[in-house]
């Protein structure tokens, strides 16, 4: 019997809201995933580093929803100036980390994981911010569509792994990263102003196109971080606990990691 690709669609979203049929595959997604962890994971007396990016736009509206309709008591840390409004727009209760040091989870997106549960970050620019509120919590998540998910980083994400630089050292640290390691790393230019984005810590970020035969990422990334001037790199390895990404049927993927924090 022949189905319409209507019919199919409809199959595929059988029981689900008809808020996420209105919306295009990936946003769908995005909101699946979003909504599976903040279901999942966040309980009642807790603290919660809240990401950047879009997809954590629905992990935070889901997080308003189940604190109207559950009453809960939740502490939001935020990653970045965005997140912070996103937080105080929802009217949910907004902390830091001299108050909260240990976090209980944080929920963030990622502009790719691999098989290895190694993630590119920083497509935003809020890389560092993001990384130092993982690093603080307990559990750290990662929610995003289908197309973040591959088997090793650069097959899905081309536009290179951002690197947060002080100003002065942009040019150093570019020649030295290209040096060593080959590729091309490149300034990240304002959409629209003149000139670099400048991050929320008042930095420029360089991004790199590595070369697609590079796998010791913790090894890289390790000395990367040491090069003088360079304040973080968006390689987030042996952080994440647990990725999401929604389908484009409407399930949910899950991936873990063999991390076991103290």
């Known amino acids: 019997m ?17 808020s996420l049929l209105k919306m295009g595959p990936l946003e769908s997604a995005k909101k699946i995933a979003a909504h599976k962890a903040v279901n999942e994971y966040v309980q009642n007396n807790t603290v919660i580093g809240i990401g950047s990016g ?19 008591n939740v502490v939001c840390i935020s990653t970045s100036f965005q997140a912070r409004q996103l937080i105080l727009d ?31 970050k920083g497509g935003g620019g809020c890389l560092l911010q993001e990384k130092i509120v993982a690093s603080c919590a307990q559990q750290f998540l990662v929610i995003a569509d289908y197309t973040k998910n591959s088997q090793k980083l650069g097959e ?42 400048v991050t929320d810590n008042g930095n420029f970020i360089l991004d790199w196109h590595f070369p697609q035969d590079l796998t010791n990422w913790n090894k890289i ?10 304040v973080e790199t968006g390689l987030f390895i042996n952080m994440a606990e647990k990725a999401f990404f929604g389908m484009p049927d409407g399930s949910v993927k899950e991936q873990s990691s063999n991390i076991q924090k103290i």
């Not at 879009?54 to 809960?72: F, M, W």
């Not at 929802?90 to 549960?117: F, Q, R, S, W």
């Not at 002080?166 to 020649?175: D, K, L, N, R, T």
Request: glycine fraction near 8%; aromatic fraction near 6%.
């Open 2 to 18: 022949f189905h319409s690709p209507v019919q199919i669609a409809a199959r595929l979203w059988h029981g689900y809201p008809r």
């Open 54 to 72: 879009s997809t954590v736009v629905y992990a935070v509206h889901r997080l308003a929803e189940r604190v109207k309709e559950e009453g809960l």
């Open 90 to 120: 929802n009217h949910l209760t907004l902390g830091d980390l001299e108050t909260y040091p240990k976090l209980d989870c944080a929920i963030d997106g990622a502009d790719e994981v691999d098989a290895e549960m190694n993630l590119i």
């Open 156 to 197: 899905q994400y081309k536009k290179g792994i951002p690197i947060e630089v002080v100003p002065m050292a942009y040019v150093p640290i570019q020649h030295r990263i290209e040096k060593t390691y080959g590729g091309t790393a490149k300034i990240r230019m304002a959409v629209a102003k003149a000139g670099p984005v």
């Open 221 to 230: 990334n390790e000395e990367i971080s040491l090069i003088p001037g360079v």
